[in-house]
């Protein structure tokens, strides 16, 4: 089935490819992630949740062959190392992440395994963390909105 893309959304693709953001659709028309978002609190786009390997949200250089420096998704995120971006070759965000922000409306639970098990680091609606406490910090592997 094929589906159309609204003016909204190709204007909304159009200024992050302009920007440097990649992003990658998931299952819904309003779900997506961003690679590489860039350093500061600021560059997490509203209603997002924002990762950086570095504390302070710095975007660290790719690490560990190929993970990303930073990252931003509108959805829950069950494995960190699974995603990619279409153009192949990255490994993901798992176990790196040393800096958050929740630009949402939502509590953000990180865990330390995939599929949203192990340690829970709990942070409220609007919420930045230049540092992770250090029992979760580079092992956060997924999170998700609860």
């Not at 971006?85 to 953000?108: C, F, H, L, P, Y």
């Not at 992770?132 to 592997?141: E, R």
């Amino acid at each position: 089935m094929k589906r159309s893309i609204g003016k909204t959304a190709r204007l909304g693709l159009a200024a992050a490819a302009a920007t440097g953001l990649v992003l990658t659709a998931a299952t819904s028309a309003s779900a997506a992630s961003a690679f590489s978002i860039g350093h500061g609190a600021g560059s997490c786009p509203n209603a997002y949740v924002c990762l950086w390997t570095e504390g302070n949200f710095i975007q660290g250089k790719f690490v560990n062959d190929a993970k990303f420096g930073s990252f931003a998704s509108n959805q829950n995120v069950g494995d960190m190392g699974k995603l990619k971006r279409e153009s192949g070759g990255d490994k993901g965000m798992q176990d790196v992440a040393s800096s958050v922000v929740n630009n949402t409306g939502s509590s953000i639970c990180f865990y330390e395994h995939n599929g949203y098990g192990g340690l829970e680091f709990r942070i409220g609606p609007w919420e930045q963390w230049p540092s992770v406490p250090s029992w979760i910090n580079d092992k956060i592997s997924s999170f998700k909105y609860c």
